[in-house]
């Protein structure tokens, strides 16, 4: 790693332990609202898949400033049902500033030109349709702030309140909730849940690589790239430029 990237990474590391502190004895709510609306106006996003739980965070959003920007991916391979879900979560929040990220057409055309690149390479899938166009979409921005949670348990087990990823200060202000807060929130706010919950899809990704999981005491995200060795879309790009895969 050169002198300037090693000062830059040194610089995100101190960000990242300044704005933990900063955070310190606040709940998920204040978190958010600190961010959002007190430390980094203007300068923060949210990154929502509008999946299960996703109502939870962006609730939380919303309550604090819902004119957020909100970046969605929509890698072309989601069901309908996350489309809709979307647009009428967005309208129920009074989230004014709901993104769509696609993937760069080229990228398409050159690695996926027939749709079927999640069946022979889905690392290189998820990073042309997903972890390409958030990169970008995160220029702009000092923090972002994620739904993720330690319960979905795999890569996330030990995730802490602020990380850093793609050079950027990643704040997860769920990190520490249990399944059962996550059903509380629901119902204490009347949020809408995603319709293909009820269907047994605890977790929702891409069409092709989502699968209903049978048993409800079964890891959440079990219906995810099922029977691969694959748990996270998480292909990132480190300060050094070098490909790794991380939980994302
Ligand atoms: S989840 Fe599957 S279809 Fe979606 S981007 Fe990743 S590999 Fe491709």
Same mark, same amino acid.
């Given at each position: ?20 502190? =900063? ?21 923060? #996003? ?37 489309? =809709? ?40 899938? #998820? ?7 958030? *990169? ?8 972002? *702030? ?37 059903? =509380? ?23 092709? #690589? ?22 996270? #879309? ?15």
């Amino acid at each position: 790693m050169s002198a300037l990237k090693s000062e830059y990474r040194l610089a995100l590391e101190a960000g990242a332990q300044a704005l933990d502190a =900063a955070l310190d004895g606040l709940d998920a709510a204040g978190a958010v609202r600190r961010v959002l609306a007190g430390i980094y106006p203007g300068e923060s #996003c949210v990154v929502s898949s509008f999946g299960a739980e996703s109502a939870v965070i962006l609730h939380l959003v919303a309550q604090a400033k819902p004119d957020t920007p909100v970046l969605f991916m929509d890698t072309g391979q989601l069901f309908d049902q996350t489309l =809709a879900y979307r647009k009428a979560l967005s309208e129920r929040l009074g989230l004014t500033d709901v993104r769509t990220l696609s993937p760069n057409q080229d990228h398409l055309k050159a690695d996926d030109p027939d749709g079927t690149l999640h069946q022979t390479n889905p690392d290189l899938c #998820c990073h042309i349709r997903k972890t390409l166009p958030l *990169i970008s979409a995160l220029r702009p921005y000092k923090v972002w *702030i994620s739904g993720r949670k330690r319960h979905h348990g795999g890569d996330r087990a030990a995730l802490p309140r602020v990380e850093i990823q793609d050079g950027k200060l990643k704040l997860n202000p769920l990190f520490d909730w249990s399944r059962d807060q996550i059903n =509380a929130y629901f119902e204490a706010h009347d949020l809408p849940p995603h319709p293909m919950v009820a269907d047994g899809f605890p977790s929702i990704g891409c069409l092709p #690589c989502t699968t209903q999981v049978s048993d409800p005491a079964e890891d959440p995200r079990a219906g995810r790239w099922a029977g691969q060795d694959k748990t996270e #879309c998480g292909i990132h790009i480190g300060e050094d430029g070098v490909i790794t895969r991380t939980g994302g």
